[in-house]
């Protein structure tokens, strides 16, 4: 019993110093409080009217680049590159005012952009990537393009992505890095483009009526340009068929009515004037053996 007593004496006085050592500890943390508070108070509204002064200065910039030359697409890239900067030039104000030392905010960030750098890799080469898009200019706002096997419009330049806009009303964001690296097939970059198209016909059916036709539907069609002058000409001796190549120029914006107008165009004619789209077939001979006895 007297062993308990003692237990417990010992126990009460080690959570009595614990609770002194905390209380040390709050009071320590408060004086520092009291004694930075009006710095606090003045970083905070530093802070404050910094975001609103730098989101009132991305504002201003978003309009002014709207009424320059400056493509769309590069106009986002660069309001936000310049909100990113003002956002940190404030947080290096409110540091100065909460009286950090220049040398150690300095140290800090290059610390932390050490350290950022070796963790984000793939981020600082999207925002190279989007510098060198910046620049180097492959392509516009509302560009009909294809990377990395995705086909869309062109909708904004990011710090980190591109974003496009594919036909099936897809949102597809693509790394810069990736982007800058990358194959770009830019389909509006010049005013027209090529319809290339290759029709079959049977051996037995009349190519030269067949190239007729074709030449026929081209001229007809206002969508199709007679300058380039279109090319149908045989392509190709297939196994079943005969290739009859059709090349003819239209204006970016009627490429896939144009091409659709021809194909359908096309078999319509065809199947009017007698002429076989061949399908794969084979011939099967069946020799028939005698057994002699």
């Known amino acids: 019993m007297i062993t308990n007593f003692f237990k417990a004496e010992e126990t009460g006085g080690v959570f009595q110093e614990n609770v002194e050592r905390a209380s040390g500890i709050f009071s320590a943390f408060a004086d520092y409080l009291k004694g930075i508070f009006p710095s606090l108070v003045i970083a905070l509204i530093v802070l404050a009217i910094g975001i609103l002064v730098s989101k009132l200065i991305t504002k201003l910039t978003g309009k002014a680049l709207s009424r320059s030359n400056v493509d769309g697409a590069a106009k986002s890239f660069l309001v936000s ?19 950090v030392p220049m ?35 492959p392509f516009s706002s509302g560009d009909l393009i294809e990377i990395d096997g995705s086909l869309g419009k062109v909708v904004s330049i990011g710090i ?18 990736k982007v800058s690296d990358a194959k770009i097939i830019n389909y509006t970059d010049t005013p027209t483009r090529r319809i290339d198209l290759q029709f079959e016909i049977s051996y037995t059916s009349d190519f030269y009526k067949a190239k007729s036709l074709i030449l026929e539907i081209i001229s007809a069609d206002k969508l199709l340009l007679s ?27 009627d490429y896939y009515t144009a091409r659709y107008n021809l194909l359908e165009n096309v078999k319509k004619a065809f199947d009017e004037n007698g002429i076989v789209i061949p399908f794969r077939q084979f011939d099967v001979h069946i020799k028939e053996t005698r057994n002699e006895k």
């Not at 590159?81 to 009286?99: N, T």
């Not at 980190?160 to 890095?177: A, C, E, M, Q």
Request: charged share 15%; hydrophobic share 50%; proline share 3%.
């Open 227 to 253: 300058e380039p002058a279109p090319i149908v000409r045989m392509g190709a001796h297939k196994d079943n068929s005969v290739g009859i190549d059709t090349l003819v120029w239209t204006k970016n914006d």
């Open 81 to 99: 590159l310049i909100r990113v900067i003002l956002y940190i030039v404030v947080i290096i104000m409110a540091l100065s005012v909460l009286k």
């Open 103 to 137: 040398s150690s905010i300095i140290t800090i960030l290059g610390a932390a952009g050490l350290a950022i750098s070796l963790a984000l890799q793939n981020c600082l080469s999207n925002l190279c990537g989007g510098f060198i898009i910046l620049f180097s200019k």
């Open 160 to 177: 980190l992505y591109t974003k496009i806009v594919t036909f099936d009303s897809k949102t597809v964001f693509i790394p810069n890095g």
